[in-house]
């Protein structure tokens, strides 16, 4: 199945400030980005929407059954070692089932648990100060306690004014202003530790925790400038995996996790007789997996997967459902691996259950859902490598769309949202020496569909709104990539890679609509992104690219409602220099050069022109 | 300034005839020549693309965005309202918080009204024009009065919660106090005293009171929405002597309309596209469906009735996120033409323009 990866280079040449700025440079995805430092984020791969794409850090699911999928922007990017994008499932096995319940995955790994150097403290600081207010320090200590012991820390805070400019346009009331109630304050942290026994089991254990306010500007409205709603995120959880090799060809992988998301949500210039809005959840979810695989034979490999979680949200609103979700995930993998073939196909079982403390729940659903990946190569050392994949899927209504206050109980008959997935692509990778060390490209050609697709729509007016599965999309694209790198002598080298998509994603909900056959909204037909960088000794420079093809807002592909293409162009500098103890790099980036003015959703303008230094400070 | 007030004084009889509701078919002064129709096209949310359509009789053209046409900019988001009196176009733009005034003929512009209180919209949601003044309910639990020669607002009446729509009967001003956007609903309809400007009462109607219209024999019919589960839709009508509810029926309605003894009422959130005939002395169906001659409108919303000839326009949202378009039926349901409001969305007014 087709892989993107960033490799930690890769990252620190991007040098987000979360983590969706770094998977913006994937094939066939689509980043929502409400624009600004605490703008809210979000990854849909292949037009199959947000709530389709599982996260995965460290090998272990981070769920949000309210909202579906975690705000991107919750994560930051300094101290992950790689972020890689799967669709449909991770190929490894044994993995939590849970990794099979979603149409891709986008998983990123931390340091730590990617060492194997259990002898040499390291220690790492810095710090990224930018235009509009961005300051965001971190630091991190990597702390061996004893042979098999490793125990480590690292912290980020970011603080941002988000006052950036931008022009409203429109005819005698067009002016030029900034972007207020943009702030955001935040503070990221976690605790890692590796044991590694003798039996060479390992043990891995994760504590993350993650603060924020922050201000919602929300979107521009002519005639009304005023922005006053703020959002909090607490959130925690505990994580831990076992994983043991009884055999060569037996692995047990123990997987356990606890989360605590609280948000609140304020407006309040809100005008119910309360005198303004002031929402509390808290998600509270117990989760557990055991993972088993086997090797049978020379060519076969089995793997079960058994995974459970319990999932509890409460608000301080008044008829609050207060939701409790059980879900059983079991999954059986069979692979089969030989000279020209690999084969690797999965059943999964889900089966949800919702309980409430009030009105009506959401109807049990116990589903089996398969997927099928088949790769070949022509010849073992052939730099070719053909792949077809199939994978059937839904998404869950989440708890926003079934219990969702405001809503009429008509949306508690929801159904899930199904998606199937065929893709066929190639790939051709081929390692060499000095100029061109690493060529590789793919080509995937894919065609989805979605039914049940639960979309949003007004019911008695513009303010009330039911979710109902009323949505048929049919999308076809091309995905293609390409990497590079070599050198040209040992002090002068280069990285290269592109992206590009091409894709249809055609509304077939109903044929007397005027949506019918238009473009799904915020789709745009072409997307892609470049990025190149040379390393000198210790000088490094590089520029990078992101462009997307023009847009409509409305399923109605009228040109009163279309979003112009936009692109932005980053270039940076940097310099590395060791001293006796400690080494340091500076780096200076300008992000938008040409300083386009765009909207990623509409009404949501995004920072034009910015500036940003970082210095970074290690014990090499 | 004589000429105005002449214009003013046929203008004011005319709006006042059909919007609220109040009815008086047959003028005693005859209207100027009906030339064509303003629609108001609510848009979507966060969008700010509420526009304004100008259907031509005589051309049987539209000419959607003709506000923006004509003026140069964008009325802003979310229209909910208008109203033509004394010789201007009120238009009411709820997120964006404001009044825009326009001249009633050419929708050029000439003023903004602005509904913010210490940079705060107050959410202005309806208008009604009576006795030389224009009122706006905004979403803040005011009735603002403004007065139409200095366009300012001369005063806020505090009413109930979430106050939205009005009409007018007699010497009173009856507001539709929903409390739609708080935690427990309002069920109450507020009376203004059109002498005096201030509330003097309440009237307990159902929970959740939306759309209210008002007879020629002193009463007025108020849809009220319920709570979306335990407590459903109903229709009542309030006999204004009493201030007592004299009959209620479980129906859910979504807009109601007064003309010649019928009530002409669109679906509620129920879901119905039906656009139904009620007998206002009982609230029973006069036949299951207004429309007659098998017109499918796929989600009635804005209703309206041309006080001088009877004629019904009922804007067609579909799914409110599409153009819509805008049914005109004459008194006996039968189609009489289309208009288009591409790429209009939710079109929720329509308001005649008098040459």
Known sequence: MPVQRLNQEALQQINAETLAGAAKYFSGVLIKDYGGIGGLQSISVRSLGALNTGLVYDGISIADAQTGQSDLGKFSATFVQSLELDLANPQQIPIPARLFASASILSFTSNTFNTNDFSRKKWIAGINAGSFGLWQPYAGLYLPVNKNMVVSANAEVTWAKGDYPYSIDNGIFSQKTVRSNSDIQAFQGEINIVNRFKDSAEWQTKVWTYFSERGLPGSVIFFNDNAAQRLQDKDLFVQSRYLKKYSPSTTLLVSAKYSSLYTQYQDPNFLNNAGGLNDQYTQNELYASVALSQRLGNYFALSLASDMALTHLRANISQFATPTRISLWNCLVLQFNKTHWQVNASLLNTNINDQTQAGPAAMNINKFTPSLALGYKPRPQSPFLFRFFYKDIFRMPTFNDLYYTYISNINRKLLPEYSNQYDAGITYSKTGKSVLSLFSFSLDGYYNDIKDKIVAVPSQNLFIWTMQNIGKVHIQGIDLNAEANGKFSSSLKWTARVAYTWQQALDVTDPSAAEYKNQIPYTPNQSGSAMAAIYYNSWSTGYSLIFSGNRYTLGENDPSNQLPAWNTQDVYISRQAHFSYFATTIKAEIENLFNEQYDIIHYYPMPGRSYKISIIFNNL | ?355
Request: proline share 4%; net charge neutral; hydrophobic share 35%.
């Open chain 2, 1 to 355: 300034m004589k000429k105005i007030s002449g214009y003013l004084f046929a203008v004011v009889f005319l709006v006042l005839t059909y919007s609220c509701q109040k009815d008086n078919p047959a003028p005693v002064v005859p209207p100027k020549v009906t030339t064509g129709v303003f629609i108001l096209n609510q848009g979507l949310y966060g969008a700010n693309n509420t526009t304004l359509t100008y259907y031509d009789f005589s051309s049987q053209q539209s000419s959607t965005d003709f506000f923006k046409n004509t003026n140069g900019f964008g009325l802003g988001d979310t229209g909910s309202d208008m109203v033509i009196y004394g010789g201007k176009l009120y238009i009411v733009i709820n997120n964006s918080g404001y009044v825009a005034v326009a001249n009633a003929l050419t929708a050029k512009f000439l003023d903004t009204i602005g509904f913010k209180n210490a940079g705060v919209n107050r959410g202005p949601e309806n208008i009604i024009a009576a006795v030389g003044k224009v009122f706006v309910s905004s979403t803040d639990g005011t009735v603002a009065v403004i007065d139409t020669m200095t366009l300012s607002i001369q005063k806020f009446i505090p009413v109930g919660t979430n106050p939205a729509q009005m009409a007018v009967s007699g010497t009173h001003l009856y507001v539709s106090n929903t409390g739609g956007i708080s935690a427990s609903y309002d069920s109450t309809v507020s009376v203004i005293d059109l002498n005096s400007l201030t509330e003097s009462t309440r009237i307990k109607v159902g929970l959740n009171p939306g759309s209210i219209a008002a007879d020629e024999a002193n009463n007025i019919y108020v849809s009220c929405t319920g709570n979306y589960g335990s407590v459903g839709p109903s229709l009542v009508k309030v006999d204004l002597s009493t201030n007592q509810v004299i009959k209620t029926v479980d129906s859910a309605v979504g807009a109601i309309r007064y003309y010649n003894n019928t009530l002409i009422t669109t679906g509620g959130y129920l879901g119905t596209s039906t656009v139904g005939i009620l007998n206002p002395t009982d609230l029973s169906a006069i036949r299951t469906s207004f429309i007659i001659d098998g017109t499918h409108i796929q989600n009635p919303y804005g209703l309206d009735i041309d006080p001088s000839t009877g004629d019904v326009y009922i804007g067609d949202a579909k799914d409110y996120v599409s153009a819509g378009q805008v049914y005109c039926f004459d008194k006996t349901g039968n189609k009489k033409f289309l208009i288009s409001v591409s790429p209009g969305i939710s079109p929720i007014r329509t308001v005649w323009v008098a040459q």
